[in-house]
């Protein structure tokens, strides 16, 4: 298996991860199959969502699959009076990932990220490795440390 960007920043990291693959096609697969697919919690796989502020600037959140955004509390927790969700067509100039593929690990830019607080309840977590397919399963607190995320309350 060849190694992605998300996989070499853990390892240069040195983050201990552990990959999971799952069997797919070419386009992304919805995040509560992935679950599924992996046999694991729907709360403790993540995926991860691009939002844009007010303000202009883009912002990262991770969150549990089963799970939707809740608006208003992720611009509360960015300090914005409002967000809305990227466009997918943009997602891979604003962060260099395709959909099914972002990982909050290894984007073009560190964008201010957000970790819905459910995952401190579990030793790891599973994020996208940045390619469909493979996840890294790690510690919700080193992946934090790693992208500069804080946890909040963001989900519905």
């Not at 996989?7 to 797919?24: F, G, N, Q, S, W």
């Not at 993540?46 to 969150?63: M, N, P, R, W």
């Not at 830019?109 to 995952?119: H, I, K, N, W």
């Amino acid at each position: 298996m060849t190694k992605t960007n998300a996989m070499r920043i853990l390892d240069t990291a040195k983050i201990e991860y552990t990959v999971h693959e799952y069997p797919h096609g070419k386009e992304a697969v919805e995040g509560n199959e992935v679950a599924l697919l992996m046999g694991q919690n729907p709360e403790q796989v993540f995926k991860t969502l691009v939002a844009q502020g007010k303000s202009g600037e883009y912002y990262v959140f991770d969150i549990p699959v089963n799970t939707q955004l809740d608006l208003k509390k992720a611009a509360k927790a960015v300090g914005e009076k409002n967000i809305e969700m990227t466009h997918v067509k943009d997602l891979v100039k604003t962060c260099g990932y395709a959909r099914g593929n972002v990982s909050p690990i290894g984007m073009k830019s560190q964008f201010t990220t957000v970790f819905d607080e459910t995952a401190v309840l579990f030793d790891t977590i599973y994020l996208s490795a940045g390619k469909i397919g493979l996840q890294v399963e790690l510690n919700p607190e080193e992946a934090a440390e790693l992208v500069g995320a804080k946890f909040e309350d963001v989900v519905k």
